[in-house]
């Protein structure tokens, strides 16, 4: 089946401008995540939704960063007034959800955002 | 802060030679261990879990976990050069989130 998808696979902006970023789950997972990799670190976790449940948005870094999703699907990260030392590869991840079991997270391939 | 620690390499090892990637958490409410296989400029993908103690073997991949010294391993068997990537261990507190290590990169050598 469909894996997780990501779009775009690049951007390129300026600072100071806003930018979205789209992730299509995988169909019938209910949790959803956000991470951001920076080159040649690792996986910084920034956003998790579980169900209809409210958001764990522990991990943003700034006000300047918020995400939504809409009908518990479809994700979009919003960066606001983005600044250089937002770029990074931004990955989203989905699960079934599952509590009190093991619950593997499924990476789509990521945007790769660059602000110049 | 809960924190998952890996050496970041690389570590080198000849085609062929068993490759040991060694991971440590603190948080010992840490139920869950994944690792996942980063080729350069892709995205992580699962090579497996672990929950129990001991060995856990698939395929060429052997997971270790022992909860008591909090520690996990990867050994990875007959290494090949399309191993060769960054590893990536994550620990689960029973809840949905994982805390990701930092990875260590492998390199497998002709």
């Known amino acids: 089946g469909a894996g997780v998808s990501q779009s775009p696979s690049n951007k390129v902006t300026e600072k100071g401008k806003d930018v979205e970023l789209r992730c299509d789950p995988i169909?019938?997972?209910?949790?959803l995540y956000w991470y951001r990799q920076s080159l040649g670190q690792g996986l910084e976790f920034l956003i998790y939704?579980?169900?209809?449940?409210?958001?764990?948005k522990s991990g943003l870094p700034s006000d300047r960063f918020s995400a939504e999703r809409t009908g518990g699907s479809v994700s979009t990260l919003t960066i606001q007034r983005t600044q250089q030392e937002d770029s990074a590869v931004y990955l989203c991840?989905?699960?079934?959800?599952?509590?009190?079991?093991?619950?593997?997270?499924?990476f789509g391939p990521g945007t790769r955002l660059t602000v110049l | 802060q809960k924190e998952v620690e890996q050496n970041s390499g690389p570590l080198s090892v000849p085609e062929g030679a068993i490759a040991s990637l060694n991971c440590t958490y603190s948080?010992?409410?840490?139920?869950?261990f994944f690792w996942y296989r980063q080729y350069s400029g892709k995205s992580p993908e699962l090579i497996m879990f672990i929950y129990s103690n001991g060995d856990k073997e698939d395929g060429r991949f052997t997971a270790q976990l022992n909860k008591a010294s909090q520690y996990v391993s990867l050994l990875i068997r007959d290494s090949q050069p399309s191993d060769s990537a960054t590893y990536l261990c994550a620990g689960g507190g029973g809840g949905n989130k994982l805390t990701f290590g930092t990875g260590t990169q492998l390199k497998v050598e002709l």
């Open positions: 939704f579980q169900g209809n449940s409210a958001p764990d």
């Open positions: 169909s019938g997972h209910t949790a």
């Open positions: 948080d010992r409410g840490s139920q869950s």
């Open positions: 991840a989905s699960s079934l959800g599952t509590t009190g079991g093991i619950d593997t997270q499924y």
